[in-house]
């Protein structure tokens, strides 16, 4: 059994800070003059250009994927790259950096809830509390972007359909690891996930010459860094540990994407929304500390 070493738990911390910085930095680029899809076009042809770079640079193995495994890659590249980027994009045309981080780290619980589902795996008493609470917290933070309940910003709903993909993705991808090394693995998903972005091809050039250079420098920051070093960092940290060690970093990422949202931008998602992310994660310890009957089986 993994254990949490030195080299998994400073690659999982940058990973998480980095991607808390992406929210803002999205915010910054739809702000700056792109359109959400031509931004997530971009940043993932960065991405595979460096994937592409790395897999062809001498010295370095690079396999294939095997043919048994195929639609499973394709199928979590377009899960958990295509279609979570695309509703955390369009999802912030409405909602600030902050809240969109913030509904992100409530993906424990939509992870929680597909162990139980899918690998069986029970809770007690006090997880189902966590998971009830943990939901309070999200609908908290639904009605902090509106007025009431019925006024709920679509952005909202865009975006915990990203954090219900990523958990899906986050699951399924370990068996994955055990066959292919970090590098591949998160190259084919970048690869497979950046194939349905070509639809928001035309029109892209022109995004990016009216852009001002803020916005295009924050495009190149995502392309670079949450897009591409990110993801291998965690697949990486992931490889060396167990996925329960280090998701518990994850608890930080909306603390990140408010702190960099608020120096970056001068924005704060709104009172009852910030009271409703500290509930939403509070439920998520809870489940994770507490939740687990002793003795059910994890996969």
């Not at 992100?104 to 966590?130: D, H, Y």
Request: charged share 10%; proline share 3%.
């Amino acid at each position: 059994m993994k254990k949490l070493n030195k080299k998994a738990l400073i690659l999982a911390s940058f990973t998480v800070f980095i991607w808390g910085s992406t929210f803002a930095a999205i915010s910054s680029s739809l702000h700056g003059g792109y359109s959400a899809g031509h931004l997530i076009l971009f940043r993932f042809i960065i991405a595979s250009i460096i994937f592409a770079i790395i897999a062809c640079w001498p010295g370095v193995s690079f396999r294939l994927p095997k043919k048994e495994d195929l639609l499973k890659i394709a199928f979590l590249g377009w899960i958990g790259i295509s279609l979570y980027h695309i509703c955390v994009t369009f999802g912030q045309l409405t909602i600030t950096a902050g809240t969109a981080g913030m509904l992100i780290g409530s993906a424990p619980i939509f992870t929680t809830i597909i162990a139980v589902i899918v690998l069986k795996e029970r809770l007690g008493t006090i997880g189902w509390f966590g998971l009830a609470f943990g939901f309070v917290g999200i609908v908290l933070i639904g009605i902090g972007t509106g007025d009431s309940l019925f006024n709920i910003s679509p952005g909202v709903f865009l975006v915990i359909i990203a954090a219900i993909a990523t958990s899906i993705f986050f699951v399924y991808q370990k068996s994955l690891l055990l066959k292919y090394n970090p590098i591949e693995l998160t190259a084919y998903f970048t690869w497979t996930g950046t194939i349905p972005f070509l639809v928001f091809a035309p029109g892209l050039l022109d995004d990016i010459g009216h852009a001002t250079l803020e916005a295009n420098l924050s495009a190149i920051y995502i392309g670079v860094f949450p897009t591409a070093i990110a993801y291998l960092t965690w697949a990486i940290a992931l490889s060396l540990s167990k996925a329960s060690s280090i998701s518990s970093l994850l608890y930080a990422e909306p603390v990140i994407a408010i702190v960099v949202a608020w120096l970056w931008l001068g924005e704060l998602p709104t009172i009852l929304s910030i009271i409703g992310g500290f509930i939403a994660i509070a439920g998520v310890l809870i489940v994770h500390l507490y939740g687990r009957r002793r003795g059910s089986v994890r996969k």
